[in-house]
């Protein structure tokens, strides 16, 4: 994305979650003669899904998508690219990145195991990992995991099940607002014995909730015993998975070392992955900062967000001489919302009409066109790039979801799903400022002189919130125009720990943000646009999204038995989000760009749903000492 800010991940959503199709009844036997199903059986399985489908039989050997005879060895080396939890892009001064005090340190998920572990050749399905099995309750409402006794944490201490039972506790009770809102109908956690904990949930339960809980992380009882877990501190905690913790350095760099008797490493979930010796994440405050440090080898992976950069800024005798190669992979998950929120917690901005003369005077066209090289489509969707997007009028099966909801909707959910306006791309597109215009009146407004003033009387005026100055060439168009029809607006850049303490007060008019979804969005979504988020210090919900109507939709989805439920929910969702102007939506493209020193092998087929990286890739030894980078 040109300028785009870093990809913030819905922590527990990116298509992991949901419950498989528990046992089915009897049917009719051969001889035509009716009989009373058998009673519902609990069923044990290898893996979960959504809606209980499962690429993977029981026994596999490893996924499809990693090389299982990957060498190990090397370094990878990358700039933070996403972030979760209570991570920012362009720092760190914590190691605990599941709760909200502080800015958290990229890359701390690898010193962690979960129950079980995503396929990324599959919209949804997980497979054990801690555990090595799941038995379902008929019900659908208790899960028993049985782990694999194999499983310890670092200092050699057995893994058990009390562990899991109490990291689950620990995380609903003082988690992340990411982690606690999603988990809160977990029920309880129990350890029957060593080996085996149940979760139990409440009635009434989202569909996602038991796939949430098999990748939430497991921490050691014991370690948390005489510490506060909710405590800001850079000592490295004690974990069980394929890396820890090595070198630091707040604000500039972390390092991970391979754990070389990591005790996962022969399973069919791990073959072929975790191959560098050590990963390390470097942090920057200044974008041009930290593409001169890629382009002089500091470090070696890079995703290219900008699309100048991409088209003019790669002109290097590395490039030319091989040692840096540029590769376009296509992005099969839904693309993302990224856009400029609108806090409607302030009274300027309850108004729809108000935030869709804001959105009109943004002209992509133009940006599009003399910024960013032509290289992207604008956003119109919260699900762009999936079946997920709502399309002309609504279907029979959105409708039988949008009636019933229909007094709390506007009108415009039932026609046409809304798009931005396409402008003239002149800049100054005046048809439609004049329509903004006429909007601001509808809404009260008036126009002093060159102010306009709120139906209060209040000059209504604008601070657009960030901590990275890279989009301010696509901003100040934007203010001008703004400017035009009497709205003063203007750029304030703040420091990291500044910016992630206003955005987690909500304490903000306009602020930049990328949420990445999955395939199979699920109660996740009430974080990012439920009305019990939007009060919710450090949720997700920057814009303040408190709609009944939408809350119903987001429970049918949370709820939805299959798919195609799924799918008509989710359009019927992206209609009311869309008819909300509830951001002013920027652009999107269906590939990653990725530039890298050429020291890496990845697989020839790679995972179909994410990059792999760098899970799947693995140093190539003579490609280094060809370059000189051995």
Not at 23 to 42: D, S, Y
Not at 344 to 351: K, N, P, Y
Request: net charge neutral; aromatic share 10%; proline share 6%.
């Amino acid at each position: 994305m040109s300028g785009a800010p870093t990809r913030r991940t819905l922590l527990l959503g990116a298509g992991w979650l949901g419950a498989g199709t528990l046992a089915g009844v009897g049917g009719l036997p051969r001889a035509g003669r009716a009989q009373a199903a058998p009673p519902p059986e609990a069923r044990i399985a290898h893996g979960l899904s959504s809606f209980g489908e499962l690429k993977y039989p029981a026994g596999f050997q490893n996924f499809d998508y990693v090389n299982p005879a990957a060498p190990k060895g090397g370094r990878f080396s990358a700039q933070l690219a996403a972030t979760f939890g209570n991570q920012a892009s362009d720092t760190f001064n914590t190691l605990n990145v599941y709760v909200l005090r502080g800015e958290g340190a990229a890359g701390m998920n690898l010193t962690f195991d979960t129950l079980m572990v995503r396929a990324l050749d599959e919209p949804d399905a997980l497979y054990g990992l801690l555990a090595r099995s799941v038995e379902i309750s008929p019900d659908g409402l208790t899960y028993t995991f049985r782990l694999r006794p194999q499983a310890r944490f670092h200092d050699g201490t057995r893994l058990t099940a009390r562990d899991v039972a109490f990291s689950l506790k620990l995380l609903k009770e003082k988690g992340h607002p990411e982690i606690a809102q999603v988990i809160r109908d977990m029920a309880d956690a129990v350890a029957t014995d060593d080996a085996t904990v149940t979760v139990t949930f409440a009635p009434g339960r989202s569909r996602d909730l038991p796939l949430v809980i098999a990748t939430l992380p497991v921490f050691s009882a014991a370690y948390y015993a005489g510490r506060d877990f909710e405590a800001s501190t850079l000592e490295p905690p004690l974990g069980s998975g394929p890396y820890q913790v090595g070198r630091l350095d707040v604000g500039r760099f972390i390092e991970f070392e391979r754990v070389r008797d990591y005790w996962g490493d022969d399973l069919p979930v791990t073959a072929g992955q975790n191959n560098f010796d050590a990963i390390r994440y470097e942090y920057f405050r200044d974008r041009q900062v930290a593409f001169e440090a890629f382009k002089s080898g500091a470090f070696t992976f890079r995703e290219e967000f900008t699309a100048r950069v991409w088209a003019t800024g790669y002109d290097l005798p590395a490039v030319a001489e091989g040692r840096i190669v540029r590769a376009t992979i296509a992005d099969a998950t839904p693309s993302g919302t990224q856009g400029w929120w609108i806090n409607t917690r302030r009274e300027a901005f309850r108004d729809p009409r108000v935030r869709e003369a804001i959105g009109l005077c943004f002209d992509f066209e133009w940006t599009n066109r003399n910024l960013m090289f032509g290289a992207y489509t604008r956003t119109a969707s919260f699900f762009e790039n999936s079946d997920l997007k709502a399309t002309g009028k609504p279907s029979a099966e959105e409708l039988a979801l949008l009636d019933p909801i229909r007094q709390n909707l506007p009108a415009e959910v039932f026609d046409d799903a809304w798009t931005p306006p396409v402008s003239d791309g002149s800049g100054q597109d005046r048809a439609l400022l004049s329509r903004a215009v006429a909007l601001l009146r509808e809404a009260g407004c008036t126009r002093d002189g060159g102010t306009l003033r709120l139906p209060g009387g209040k000059p209504l005026e604008i601070e657009f919130l960030d901590s990275d100055p890279a989009l301010e060439p696509h901003t100040h168009p934007f203010i001008r125009n703004l400017g035009l029809i009497g709205i003063k607006a203007a750029i304030r850049n703040v420091d990291p720990s500044q910016y992630q303490s206003r955005l987690k007060d909500f304490d903000f008019d306009l602020t930049v943000r990328r949420f990445s979804n999955g395939m199979t969005p699920g109660a996740e979504l009430r974080e990012a646009y439920g009305s019990g988020s939007a009060g919710t210090q450090g949720s997700n919900n920057l814009a303040g999204v408190a709609s009944p109507a939408i809350d119903a939709l987001l429970d049918r989805i949370a709820d939805a038995a299959s798919r195609a439920d799924l799918v008509s929910a989710c359009r019927a969702l992206d209609r009311c989000l869309r008819a909300g102007r509830y951001w002013v939506p920027m652009w999107y493209s269906a590939s990653h760009r990725i530039a890298v020193w050429d020291v890496y092998g990845r697989p020839a087929l790679g995972p179909k749903y994410g990059l792999g990286v760098p899970g799947v890739w693995w140093y190539e030894a003579d490609r280094a000492r060809r370059i000189g980078r051995n």
